[in-house]
């Protein structure tokens, strides 16, 4: 996959993520062509770029598989939506259409758990809450499918994901779309929507304290760094760290008015070891087993060179297969070679390469790492064919 400025896309391109405007429906859903048409529409919506699964238009490839449907996330979205304006407006809403969201969320996890997680896709600043509610509850669900947990808990944790920000309809839409610091007075404002959102689902839901305790305490960090209790540890209930998890994870990987999307290896260095305070160890080592830290098609750094992401295998997640194809150099090598970098000596893999290297493979030496691992496949099976 490949990210490209609204001014180079090209007819015929295939989309590799979904594109939603205000309302949670979508511009384009993945896996679409791109049109003339299609494009403008993008460029007037302000839209900066989208992925594709190749820079060539001819070679249509599909994008990866995700672990919930096209079709389960945009109604999500579109019921959060509504959700949210009904509490804005009538301080209640009706939870039926999220509860059959949470069942449908939870089926599609079931039957796709084999896909690593790849959440791909883009918002506008309006629809960040709603999109990154339907994130963090299919994140969220995940963990607790993962963790065997009855089925009956599993859908109240991922209707608390859906619901753990329902009391930002109390932050001004101001500070929450500012795109620099925010003032004292306004992080105190937007420190207080764990507590709204506790009210309010703890009166709508006044026999379940689930959904009330996971949207309280999802900001809450192990060490007691968080807010708006700095409670420790065993004090956060198991569900409030792992909706913790899941709400920095997708915060961190999404645009923002203040910072720009941060990459599954960023995001996970940054959990991992710049707060390791802040979160459950445990929990967090079984998420990123189960998240594409590296996406097949990554193009990463390693001591041998230039390597191309092939395969990524889950427990593995930090460690795929890749292909040498160039020397540090960046000289593109006559005979690309594999590495499996879970066999290789500590310190192989560098990282993924910087913008500025990565323009360089694609536009000056014309590096499309879709069409290089279909040659190399190709180049794969034609020596196993000789062989035999």
């Known amino acids: 996959m490949i990210h490209i400025p609204i001014k180079k896309l090209k007819n015929g391109m295939i989309t590799a993520q979904s594109i939603y405007n205000p309302l949670g429906a979508s511009y384009l859903t993945k896996g679409m062509e791109l049109s003339p048409t299609y494009i403008e529409r993008l460029e007037k919506a302000g839209f900066d770029g989208v992925t594709v699964t190749s820079m060539d238009p001819k070679l249509k490839l599909a994008p990866p598989d995700d672990i919930v449907q096209e079709k389960t996330r945009i109604s999500a979205i579109q019921n959060v939506a509504t959700a949210f304006h009904s509490v804005e407006e009538n301080g209640t809403f009706d939870p039926a259409p999220l509860q059959g969201i949470s069942e449908n969320i939870l089926q599609d996890i079931i039957a796709q758990q084999q896909n690593l997680?790849?959440?791909?896709?883009?918002?506008?600043?309006?629809?960040?809450?709603?999109?990154?509610?339907?994130?963090?509850?299919?994140l969220s669900s995940l963990l607790g499918v993962l963790l065997k947990i009855s089925r009956e808990e599993q859908l109240k944790l991922t209707l608390g994901g859906l619901l753990h920000d329902i009391?930002?309809?109390?932050?001004?839409?101001?500070i929450l779309t500012k795109a620099g610091h925010l003032s004292d007075d306004e992080w105190s404002v937007m420190q207080g929507h764990p507590e709204a959102g506790r009210q309010r689902l703890k009166k709508m839901f006044p026999n379940d304290t689930l959904l009330s305790t996971i949207a309280l305490q999802h900001h809450e960090h192990i060490d007691g760094s968080g807010y708006p209790n700095h409670l420790k540890g065993e004090q956060i209930h198991r569900y409030g760290r792992i909706v913790a998890i899941a709400d920095v994870y997708d915060a961190l990987t999404s645009v923002r008015p203040y910072k720009r999307a941060?990459?599954?290896?960023?995001?996970?260095?940054?959990?991992?070891?710049?707060?390791?305070g802040h979160f459950d160890l445990d929990l967090l080592k079984l998420f990123f087993d189960n998240v594409a830290i590296y996406p097949v098609g990554t193009i990463l750094k390693t001591q041998e060179g230039y390597a191309i992401v092939k395969k990524v295998e889950f427990g593995h997640t930090l460690t795929p297969v890749v292909c040498i194809f160039a020397n540090r150099e960046g000289k593109l090598l006559d005979a690309p070679h594999d590495l499996d970098l879970k066999e290789a000596p500590k310190g192989m893999l560098e990282g993924v390469i910087s913008d500025s290297e990565l323009y360089h493979f694609i536009h000056n030496i014309n590096v499309d790492p879709a069409i290089f691992l279909q040659e190399n496949a190709e180049k794969e099976d034609a020596s196993q064919e000789n062989a035999e």
């Open 262 to 276: 941060y990459t599954p290896s960023v995001a996970h260095r940054l959990m991992a070891t710049c707060s390791p």
């Open 117 to 138: 997680v790849q959440l791909t896709d883009i918002r506008l600043h309006d629809t960040y809450t709603f999109a990154h509610s339907v994130n963090v509850a299919i």
């Open 167 to 174: 009391g930002k309809v109390t932050v001004p839409y101001e």
